[in-house]
C-alpha cells in the first residue's frame, strides 16, 4: 500500500483551517468574548447617554430662567427671600 500525497495534504489544510477557526486569530472563542465586552460596553454607554441627557436638561433649565437656580438655591442652600418666613416642622414618630 503506498502513501498517496494528495488527501494527506487535504487533511492537513483541513486541520490547519480549523485550527485557525478554533484558536486563531478570529476564532470563535475570541469572537463570543468580543460579544460579550460589546453588550457591557453598549450597557454602560446606555447609562452615560441617560446621565448626559439629565445634565442637558439641568443645563437648558438653568439657561432658560431663575427659576431653577432659585429651586436649587431654596433646596440645598436653605434659601429664604426678604419677607419671607421659613418653617420647619418634624413628624412624631410612632
Not at 488527501?7 to 486541520?15: F, G, M, N, S, T
Not at 441627557?53 to 434659601?79: F, I
Amino acid at each position: 500500500m503506498t502513501i498517496r500525497p494528495v488527501p494527506l495534504l487535504l487533511i492537513a489544510l483541513l486541520l490547519l483551517l480549523q485550527a485557525q477557526l478554533w484558536f486563531g486569530r478570529g476564532s470563535v472563542w475570541e469572537v463570543t468574548q468580543m460579544r460579550a465586552t460589546l453588550a457591557q460596553q453598549q450597557a454602560l454607554n446606555r447609562l452615560a447617554q441617560a446621565a448626559n441627557e439629565q445634565l442637558a436638561n439641568e443645563v437648558d433649565d438653568l439657561q432658560e430662567g431663575l427659576g431653577m437656580v432659585e429651586e436649587l438655591a431654596r433646596h440645598e442652600l436653605g434659601m429664604v427671600k426678604p419677607n419671607e418666613v421659613f418653617v420647619q416642622y418634624a413628624q412624631n414618630p410612632r
